[in-house]
């Protein structure tokens, strides 16, 4: 079993930066998949970024973040980052962290182990 707890949310004004940490615990997620989806409110959790495990992974980000965000892994610390740049209002929402066996079920919203969130909000 894996849990996974999320940190780094705020609230920040656009243009600015966040860094948000997904920490695991239970067990290393090193072997796993670990992707990142926000939910704004009063709608659906929609993708934003995955990182297979292994040296050499394979990243990917939805259209609307690539350019602006980041995502890394820190096997020393059992976590995996997200560094938010250049941030808009319509980048608001929850923010979840979630790992899986493969990279396509994590980008579906199909990931094994999710965290509880962590709000991130952007003014104008």
């Known amino acids: 079993q894996v849990q996974l707890v999320e940190s780094g949310g705020g609230s920040v004004q656009a243009g600015g930066s966040l860094r948000l940490s997904c920490a695991a615990s239970?067990?290393?997620?090193?072997?796993?998949?670990v992707g990142w989806f926000r939910q704004a409110p009063g709608k659906e959790r929609v993708f934003v970024a995955v990182?297979?495990?292994?040296?050499?992974?394979?990243?990917g980000y939805s259209d609307s973040v690539q350019g602006r965000f980041t995502i890394s892994r820190d096997y020393a610390k059992n976590s995996v980052d997200l560094q938010m740049n250049s941030l808009k209002p319509e980048d608001t929402g929850v923010y979840y962290c979630?790992?899986?066996?493969?990279?396509?079920?994590?980008?579906?919203?199909?990931?094994?182990?999710w965290g509880q969130g962590t709000q991130v909000t952007v003014s104008f």
């Open positions: 239970g067990r290393t997620f090193s072997g796993y998949a």
């Open positions: 990182i297979s495990s292994g040296f050499g992974a394979t990243i």
């Open positions: 979630t790992a899986g066996t493969y990279v396509h079920a994590i980008r579906q919203g199909a990931g094994t182990y």
